[in-house]
């Protein structure tokens, strides 16, 4: 399935046009992960329902610019699949993230560990469909980071909550940079085509 997708070049060049278009969004989601990271790190003493908002706040963010991404492209008639699965999830998770603020660590574990799993799938197909240089490398590392803490996040409780709140700041800082650079890598790429369109003209 994978390597189909890898070999199609309209569907490399479709979904990467797609994603560089909307690199602003991308940036944003990076630096809304960023944000959250630093802040979670700063708070060493967090408590379960503080985390869940904070959360929630990243995870609305990340899913209504997703969600953005997605309408744009599906208006264009290009492939929105995989923004709008993803935007769907995440603001379903910041949902519930508002809603069981109280719910106690084991909900927060599970909310998150679903998450990062589910999304993470979608980033790394994502990835395959973008160009080598465009930033196919660093989407898929975001990806494979997503599925990987997804797995790893449920053994965390077992370290007490610093583990937790340590983990989800680190993967957030580090899924942030990761969509930055590929951000970066898009728009670079979208002022490439630009540049060669022009020079066509």
Same mark, same amino acid.
């Given at each position: 399935?994978?390597?189909?997708?890898?070999?199609?070049?309209?569907?490399?060049?479709?979904?990467?046009?797609?994603?560089?278009?909307?690199?602003?969004?991308?940036?944003?989601?990076?630096?809304?992960?960023?944000?959250?990271?630093?802040?979670?790190?700063?708070?060493?003493?967090?408590?379960?329902?503080?985390?869940?908002?904070?959360?929630?706040?990243?995870?609305?963010?990340?899913?209504?610019?997703?969600?953005?991404?997605?309408?744009?492209?599906?208006?264009?008639?290009?492939?929105?699949?995989?923004?709008?699965?993803?935007?769907?999830?995440?603001?379903?998770?910041?949902?519930?993230?508002?809603?069981?603020?109280?719910?106690?660590? @084991?909900?927060?574990?599970? +909310?998150?560990?679903?998450? *990062?799993? =589910?999304? &993470? !799938? #979608?980033?790394?197909?994502? $990835? /395959?469909?973008?160009?080598?240089?465009?930033?196919?490398?660093?989407?898929?590392?975001?990806?494979?980071?997503?599925?990987?803490?997804?797995?790893? @996040?449920?053994?965390?409780? +077992?370290?007490?909550?610093? *583990?937790? =709140?340590? &983990? !989800? #700041?680190?993967?957030?800082? $580090? /899924?942030?940079?990761?969509?930055?650079?590929?951000?970066?890598?898009?728009?670079?790429?979208?002022?490439?085509?630009?540049?060669?369109?022009?020079?066509?003209?």
């Amino acid at each position: 399935m994978i390597r189909r997708v890898v070999d199609d070049p309209v569907r490399v060049r479709g979904m990467n046009a797609v994603l560089a278009r909307n690199w602003w969004a991308m940036a944003l989601r990076g630096g809304a992960a960023v944000t959250l990271g630093v802040l979670v790190a700063l708070m060493p003493g967090t408590t379960v329902p503080t985390l869940a908002m904070l959360l929630a706040a990243w995870l609305a963010v990340d899913g209504v610019f997703t969600l953005v991404a997605g309408l744009r492209a599906a208006r264009r008639h290009e492939r929105w699949h995989l923004l709008m699965l993803e935007g769907a999830v995440t603001l379903a998770a910041a949902v519930v993230a508002v809603m069981w603020p109280m719910a106690g660590v @084991f909900a927060l574990v599970w +909310l998150v560990a679903v998450w *990062a799993a =589910v999304t &993470g !799938i #979608a980033e790394l197909l994502s $990835a /395959f469909q973008i160009a080598p240089g465009n930033g196919r490398w660093t989407q898929g590392l975001a990806g494979a980071l997503s599925i990987l803490f997804g797995m790893g @996040f449920w053994v965390m409780p +077992l370290f007490g909550p610093a *583990a937790i =709140v340590g &983990g !989800i #700041a680190a993967y957030a800082v $580090a /899924f942030g940079i990761l969509t930055l650079l590929t951000a970066r890598r898009l728009h670079r790429a979208r002022h490439a085509d630009g540049r060669s369109a022009a020079a066509t003209a």
